[in-house]
């Protein structure tokens, strides 16, 4: 199933039909390491659980479905989709990096792959001259978030993607924005890749990461890796997953509603001396947001008066728990610099340390705005 149903649908329904077997409605968790074959190599499709799953098969197919893709495959974290597509590349492969990325990619890129002879540059994707100006001939891929994490900026896909030459690949992290606000492959992306522990799964109780591609040639060189590195998830999580997507469309919703609500009201604090979200008109490329998505997100941050502001306030609220992560119900609140951007503390793409982030939950728009009353106060 895929392009005539819309998203609401394919959410719910998309590499999901009710189990032949049985007519369960729900995709079974097929909780098994091995399948019984009747002769050597003569099976049922699945021959072992790393190399295939059923559950995982479904979330494959899910991610594929609702990301405009042809092809999905599942891992055991983010960092672990991440981790695979990069090991397409050879030493010397070079590869650019937007500028303000989580920081556990920019520790996977710099600390981790720069020792098998990657070569990493990071640069300001708002600025197309400067794209063009860090390509070289061995060029082969650009990794992107947009909107980024911790600074919400915005890469434009389509302009990137049109500019670049026909052997560099263009992969997307949509884990701030998700499917339900825009779909990179539409834009011109050959791959596009989320931690669903975020908003995918919606639900803060399982770790994941999914990729999506249309290309076959790419699919199965990613397949291959897929099995011969090993990082897949179990089915228990591959089933948690897919039953957040189900209300992915409907959390969206809410989650930019609050968010706007709460960036306006952030804006208009005094203690408070920029806040830093895609539905602002304040906000540098609000025209492309509003051009590329389909609604601003749940995610905002905003830079304090110094880092000992910013302390005090993630450690005042009641509601907002203070925590890494995003994307879940719930509404989370952290120090990047000192928490999920750590690991970029002294690099060159460090983030300030009077930022706080919000992860804007489901909840109540006005106990949220009391809650982040209280804290600044
Ligand atoms: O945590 P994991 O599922 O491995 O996903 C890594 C990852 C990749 N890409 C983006 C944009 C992310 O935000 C993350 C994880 N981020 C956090 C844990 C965080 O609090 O920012």
Not at 42 to 53: A, E, L
Not at 150 to 159: C, F, I, N, Q
Not at 298 to 327: C, D, H, N, Y
Request: with cysteine; aromatic share 8%.
């Amino acid at each position: 199933m895929s392009q005539p149903y819309r998203l609401e649908t394919l959410v719910i329904h998309a590499g999901q039909e009710p189990d032949p077997a049985t007519g369960a409605i729900m995709t079974p968790i097929y909780q098994t390491s091995t399948y019984v074959q009747s002769s050597p190599g003569v099976h049922k499709g699945y021959d072992y659980s790393r190399s295939d799953n059923p559950t995982r098969k479904a979330l494959e197919d899910c991610i594929a479905g609702i990301e405009a893709g042809n092809y999905g495959l599942a891992f055991g974290s983010g960092l672990a989709a991440i981790d695979c597509v990069l090991r397409l590349f050879k030493p010397g492969d070079h590869i650019i990096v937007g500028n303000d990325v989580y920081g556990g990619t920019y520790r996977l890129f710099e600390r981790v792959l720069a020792k098998f002879g990657l070569k990493f540059t990071w640069v300001d994707l708002t600025d197309l001259a400067a794209v063009q100006a860090a390509l070289t001939p061995e060029t082969r891929l650009i990794w992107l978030e947009t909107p980024t994490n911790p600074l919400l900026s915005l890469a434009d896909m389509r302009a990137i993607a049109e500019n670049k030459a026909g052997n560099i690949l263009i992969a997307v992290d949509n884990t701030f924005a998700s499917p339900a606000l825009q779909q990179p492959l539409t834009f011109g992306a050959d791959i596009v890749m989320h931690s669903s522990t975020k908003y995918l799964g919606g639900h803060s109780d399982a770790v994941g990461g999914l990729l999506a591609m249309k290309d076959e040639a790419l699919f199965k060189e990613l397949k291959f890796l897929q099995n011969a590195v090993g990082a897949v998830p179990g089915p228990m999580d591959c089933f948690l997953v897919l039953r957040g997507i189900k209300t992915l469309t409907l959390r969206m919703e809410r989650h930019c509603y609050n968010a706007l609500e709460i960036a306006r009201f952030l804006e208009d604090h005094g203690a408070v001396r920029k806040v830093l979200y895609p539905g602002l008109e304040s906000h540098p490329q609000h025209e492309l947001a509003q051009r590329q998505m389909k609604g601003y997100g749940g995610m905002i941050s905003f830079i304090m008066e110094s880092p000992q502001a910013a302390q005090r306030m993630v450690s005042r609220t009641k509601l907002f728990a203070l925590a890494e992560s995003l994307g879940g119900v719930e509404s989370l609140i952290e120090h990047p610099y000192s928490m999920t951007h750590a690991s970029t503390a002294t690099s060159p793409i460090a983030v300030p340390d009077a930022l706080v982030r919000l992860s804007v939950g489901i909840e109540h728009v006005d106990d949220l705005m009391a809650d982040l009353q209280q804290a600044l106060s």
